[in-house]
């Protein structure tokens, strides 16, 4: 996915050519995790339903427990989800250890952990927006369990 705020991050980094900056993630990983960590639609969203995203596992409890009104505008479910996807991502990176944002070259931020693999938060945030599973908590408590 093309996340246009990360071009004015990479420029700080260096030069491109095309694609996502080799090591950006090991070079600048607080401002990385500072950028993808803003999910501005999803944090508005959730505030207006009283809900609070502290950034904690238990906040994606609250996620989960949302009415889902935004699948009745299908052109607000993508950036939902997108943010509902970083949202997640950065709760595992902020409390799972030794997990790490991670640009892949084609541009998709993904969490890394300590054994490699890669978990597209991405493509989990969009089929919660859209569908409701897997549902965040539960993808989370997985994931952190390993």
Not at 43 to 57: I, K, T
Request: include cysteine; hydrophobic fraction near 40%.
């Amino acid at each position: 996915m093309n996340i246009p705020f990360l071009d004015s991050w990479r420029k700080r980094l260096g030069p491109t050519g095309g694609g996502a900056l080799p090591g950006a993630s090991e070079r600048d990983p607080e401002g990385l995790a500072e950028l993808l960590s803003e999910c501005e639609l999803l944090r508005a969203h959730a505030q207006s339903a009283g809900a609070v995203l502290d950034d904690s596992p238990s906040s994606l409890e609250a996620l989960d427990q949302l009415q889902p009104r935004w699948r009745e505008d299908p052109e607000l479910v993508p950036w939902l989800g997108n943010d509902a996807g970083l949202y997640l991502g950065t709760v595992i990176v902020r409390t799972v250890a030794d997990a790490g944002w991670w640009i892949r070259p084609d541009g998709q931020p993904v969490v890394r952990l300590r054994n490699g693999r890669q978990i597209d938060v991405v493509e989990a945030g969009q089929a919660w927006a859209a569908d409701g599973a897997p549902e965040l908590s539960r993808l989370y408590a997985e994931i952190a369990e390993r």
